[in-house]
């Protein structure tokens, strides 16, 4: 029986499906998918199953989690469309017969209200409704939300934002993914929801620590939430994206991306990655260049 991971070839996909490797997981028992095989070709050269899975057309999904006994759904990119991928990829899984489906979702996703959450909430009363053993993990915003802006934040020596004063306890993707694999290769977990989330800090907090890893002054700039929407359509977000970050910073604001719940640091058995060790390591890949 194999494990399908679904985005693998997205950051987080990928990241689970590497650390399970790096964890002993035989490749022949992992299903590695996307809806673009070709981006899965190491994989592939490496023992791990690849298939094509697109959750907007079930078709593809059959054959794609047949043999699963667990499938880890990663929640899609389109805003619009996450809920009803979510709902074609449980209503799979459920006929392949898994016997887990662990779903990433988001903090706090039964009572936030930023818009992406919504999709969430409906994914996990799906997930919790359609009776299929589950794991929910609620991952926190990710770290390289910020730390992928640094050459734009050294440039303007301003990290933008309509956050506020809200605290956000971000993670980083790597310890996300190191939280889905010990809850694929532990026994127990199921049925549980875990709020997964780092180190909170305001975006204030945030810039401080840039301005120390960068030897720089690093503003943050708190502009309305239209300001920060035309901004990010205008650095190339499609325009559903970018309302849904600026809506996401509103949500920051009222405390819903921030949780003091330490279910990362116990499922990973170490501490978190920092803003600061995220922010350097960023800024060596940026040397590097
Ligand atoms: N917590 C946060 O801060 C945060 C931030 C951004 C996103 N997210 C959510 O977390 C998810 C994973 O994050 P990530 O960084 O790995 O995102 P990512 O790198 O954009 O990867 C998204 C993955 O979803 C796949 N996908 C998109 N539409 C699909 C469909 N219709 N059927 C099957 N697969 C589909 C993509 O496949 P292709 O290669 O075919 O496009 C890709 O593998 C995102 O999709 C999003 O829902 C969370």
Redo the contacts with the bound molecule.
């Keep these: 029986m194999s494990t399908v991971i ?9 990241l689970i499906v590497d650390q399970l490797l790096a964890a002993g997981t035989p490749p022949e028992q992992i299903v590695a ?4 095989t070709g ?1 899965l070709a190491d994989l592939a050269r490496n023992g791990v199953m690849v298939r094509r ?5 079930p078709s593809t999904l059959d054959d794609a989690f047949a043999g699963a006994a667990t499938i880890v759904l ?5 805003v619009g ?2 809920f009803d ?1 979510a709902r074609n990829a449980i209503d799979a899984a459920r006929r392949a017969g898994v016997s887990r489906i662990v779903y ?1 979702s ?1 903090l706090n996703a039964s009572t936030a209200r930023m818009m992406l959450a919504d999709a969430h909430r409906r994914t996990e009363e799906y997930l919790r409704d359609s009776g299929s053993p589950f794991v929910i993990l609620r ?4 770290l ?2 910020y730390t992928d802006q640094l050459s734009m934040i050294t440039q303007y020596r301003a990290l933008l934002g309509s956050a506020q004063d809200g605290r956000v306890s ?1 993670a980083a ?1 790597q310890d ?1 993914a190191a939280a889905a694999v010990a809850v694929l290769t532990q026994d127990g977990h199921l049925g549980a929801t875990y709020e997964l989330g780092g180190t909170p800090f305001t975006l204030t907090e945030l810039a401080a620590t840039f301005s120390d890893v960068l030897g720089t002054h690093i503003t943050y700039r708190d502009v309305p939430v239209a300001d920060y929407t035309a901004t990010l359509t205008d650095a190339g977000l499609p325009p559903e994206m970018a309302a849904a970050v600026a809506d996401a910073d509103t949500g920051l604001a009222r405390g819903e991306l921030f949780t003091d719940s330490d279910d990362l640091t116990k499922l990973i058995g170490r501490a978190t990655i920092t803003p600061r060790e995220a922010i350097l390591n960023a800024a060596a890949v940026e040397e590097s260049r």
């Design positions: 679904t985005g693998a070839s997205g950051h987080l996909g990928r998918t996307g809806r673009d981006k899975a697109d959750f907007a057309d990663v929640s899609t990119t389109t469309e996450r991928n990433t988001t991952n926190g915003w990710y390289e939300n971000a993707r996300l």
